[in-house]
């Protein structure tokens, strides 16, 4: 859908183009004034201000405004009090799935405002383009490939066909800049739109051979190395921790490469690593059947780390990315592997398995060691959706990040403020580490009650082999946000914005 919209950035008078929908962005401030006029102006009745107060996201559809207006459609669209980056792309998510919504296929976006708009955020030109674009893109996002309208056959017409056109007015003076924010805008959205489709494929479409090959394709595609190991090279290269959790599957495990170097000057050398549990029973220490199915949903790590590498390369960043990925799913039967048993990790360090549930660690545990080992790295960091501790610590907006680096934890910080990708640090404190001694191996995979997440990132970094710049990235609650919270449903491709907006900033 995505790579089907097209964008257009203008310079051109509104009454000049046409579009199915015009969109007239208001802050709460310009209310009283521009609003009015405008409306006077378009031939509409003012007396809708009575109601529109121009709430971030906040939209009214006026019709019947005058014959020689660009658009049959003129929505308000609130943009808050217009100061913050955030209210401006909660803003262009509302009014793209209102479009979507409403059928509408053209819509334009008067973005004559966008110089004020810098100003009163503090946000060049270009990153309020793309994060309208980007917005627009997430606002519109569907998944409906699995519907086949066999039994519904007015809604088979109804599959969204999402946005075809969107115009974007700006006064000639940032034209040049607006460009460029749509045109990245335009691929990070892209790359967003490929990992929450990932995330919302059922465990019976997508395998660890599908994330294998979905980077693969994207490595042909954009132009850079994908390396895929298979169960025998799992098996030689002695990654125990994947092999242990994949021991009651049907479908054999994957561990996936992702190498992207820039033509020129390499800045900085990144790893990232994201967890690819394409489904979570739990194995043998099997979880609650109510909502397992959302556990589809555990590789979102895998999805944001294909996601950024691919924008990485896209946007011909001047770093060497390594996107390192363990897949498999994590099943019950009598070959899984047992609560209890000892396994040992590419690293040699061993582990007790005191619960087959906390898999996520076990698989990130190889790959963190494969990226320390065979790579000299300034920075790694790792996404998973690795503990239900974490949605009850921070909720279902906000991701824990644990770092044992204070620089890189406020770039971290920052980056997700930027996006609108948040993060909150929590403690590393190796005080936690008791939790998870083992009386008969090196670790325990289980930590007990509390701290579940700070537990299980104290697991994670003995795996880091001492690297001084390692973040990890708690998704399991902004990843996947279950129909209950009344949101967008589903896969949200939370981290590839993130991820990407830290890769520019060391760019
Ligand atoms: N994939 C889950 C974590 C999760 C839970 C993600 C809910 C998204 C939503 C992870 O593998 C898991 O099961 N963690 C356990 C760890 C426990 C057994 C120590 C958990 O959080 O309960
Ligand atoms: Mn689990
Ligand atoms: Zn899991």
Redesign the pocket.
């Known amino acids: 859908m995505i790579e089907s919209m097209k964008i257009i950035v203008t310079k051109s008078d509104l009454q000049s183009v046409s579009a199915d929908l015009l969109v007239l962005p208001f802050s709460s401030i310009e209310l009283k004034t521009e609003a009015g006029k405008a409306l006077a102006e378009a031939g509409f009745d003012i007396q809708v201000l009575n109601d529109f107060k121009a709430e971030a996201g906040e939209i009214v559809v006026l019709y019947g405004g005058r014959t020689e207006y660009c658009a049959a459609r003129i929505a308000l669209l609130g943009i808050g009090e217009g100061k913050t980056i955030d209210d401006w792309r909660k803003a262009a998510v509302s009014f793209a799935s209102k479009a979507v919504d409403l059928k509408i296929e053209k819509i334009a976006v008067d973005c004559s405002g966008l110089e004020a708009l810098a100003a009163a955020t503090g946000q060049p030109v270009e990153t309020l383009v793309a994060a309208l674009v980007e917005g627009c893109c997430t606002g519109s996002y569907r998944f409906d490939r699995l519907k086949s309208g066999k039994l519904d056959k007015k809604s088979a017409g109804e599959k969204s066909k999402g946005i075809a056109e969107l115009l974007l007015r700006v006064d000639s003076g940032v034209y040049e800049e607006a460009e460029k924010g749509a045109s990245d805008g335009k691929i990070i959205a892209s790359c967003q739109k490929m990992a929450r489709d990932m995330v919302n494929l059922p465990g019976n479409h997508l395998h660890a051979g599908d994330i294998a090959k979905a980077a693969v394709d994207s490595g042909k595609k954009y132009g850079y190395e994908v390396t895929v190991f298979h169960k025998k090279e799992i098996e030689s290269l002695g990654m125990g921790g994947l092999l242990a959790v994949n021991k009651g599957s049907h479908h054999p495990p994957t561990f996936t490469v992702l190498d992207y170097k820039p033509k020129g000057k390499v800045k900085a050398v990144i790893a990232l690593v994201g967890k690819g549990?394409t489904f979570?029973s739990?194995g043998i220490?099997l979880?609650p059947s109510e909502n397992m199915g959302?556990?589809k949903?555990?590789m979102s790590g895998a999805a944001s780390v294909l996601g950024a590498v691919e924008a990485a390369a896209r946007l011909g960043l001047p770093l060497h990315v390594i996107g390192l990925i363990p897949a498999t799913d994590n099943m019950p039967g009598s070959k899984a592997q047992q609560p209890g048993d000892v396994i040992t990790t590419y690293s040699g360090i061993t582990v007790e398995v005191g619960?087959t549930?906390?898999?996520?660690r076990l698989i990130l545990a190889d790959a963190l060691s494969y990226a320390t080992e065979k790579y000299k790295t300034d920075v790694v960091v790792d996404v998973a959706?690795?503990?239900?501790?974490c949605?009850v610590s921070l909720g279902y907006a906000v991701a824990g990040l644990f770092c044992n680096n204070d620089k890189l934890a406020d770039e971290i910080y920052q980056a997700g403020q930027q996006s609108g990708e948040k993060v909150w640090r929590m403690p590393l404190w190796d005080l936690y580490g008791e939790q998870i001694k083992s009386d008969v191996a090196d670790v325990n995979n289980?930590?007990g009650r509390g701290a579940?997440s700070v537990t299980?990132a104290k697991f994670l970094e003995k795996f880091i082999d001492g690297h001084k710049n390692w973040a990890h990235i708690d998704i399991?609650g902004p990843s996947?946000i279950p129909k209950a919270s009344g949101k967008v449903n589903g896969g949200t491709g939370f981290g590839v914005a993130l991820l990407v907006e830290l890769l520019k900033k060391w760019s």
């Open positions: 549990v979570d739990g220490s979880k959302e556990m949903s555990d619960n549930d906390a898999e996520g959706t690795l503990t239900g501790a949605i289980t930590g579940g299980a399991a996947f």
